[in-house]
């Protein structure tokens, strides 16, 4: 089971950093994804990891602004948030597939089998 968790209400130009922690089972090997989802819209790919952590991927509208990575010891895969625009608002997701590499398919929420709750992202402007 995923716990996505370190959401909440800032204001624009602000940081944020969202965790999601694996309880029950370990994903240290598993690539990691997050992705969010806006009001009214469908969910869309923010940022991968593969399993070891040596590649990630990042969708254009978070690039230079979100850092993805994992602590593999805490069993962990955080979502370093800066520079925090209200278009970012939205309830963000993690997710993990079996497999450890990412690739254009793992831009899919189609590529995950397990995925979190949700936390909820809020930004003023």
């Known amino acids: 089971q995923l716990q996505a968790s370190g959401g909440g209400l800032v204001q624009a130009g602000d940081s944020l950093r969202l965790s999601c922690v694996a309880s029950?089972?370990?994903?240290?090997?598993?690539?990691v994804g997050w992705f969010r989802q806006g009001p009214g819209k469908e969910r869309v790919f923010v940022a991968g990891?593969?399993?070891?952590?040596?590649?990630?991927d990042y969708a254009d509208f978070v690039k230079g602004r979100f850092t993805i990575s994992r602590d593999i010891a805490k069993n962990t895969v955080y979502l370093q948030m800066n520079s925090l625009r209200p278009e970012d608002a939205a309830v963000y997701y993690c997710?993990?597939?079996?497999?450890?590499?990412?690739?254009?398919?793992?831009?899919?929420?189609?590529?995950?089998?397990?995925w979190g709750q949700g936390t909820l992202v809020t930004v003023s402007s």
């Open positions: 990891i593969s399993g070891g952590g040596e590649s990630t």
């Open positions: 997710a993990h597939r079996t497999l450890g590499i990412i690739d254009s398919y793992t831009r899919r929420a189609a590529a995950y089998r397990y």
């Open positions: 029950g089972r370990t994903f240290s090997s598993s690539a």
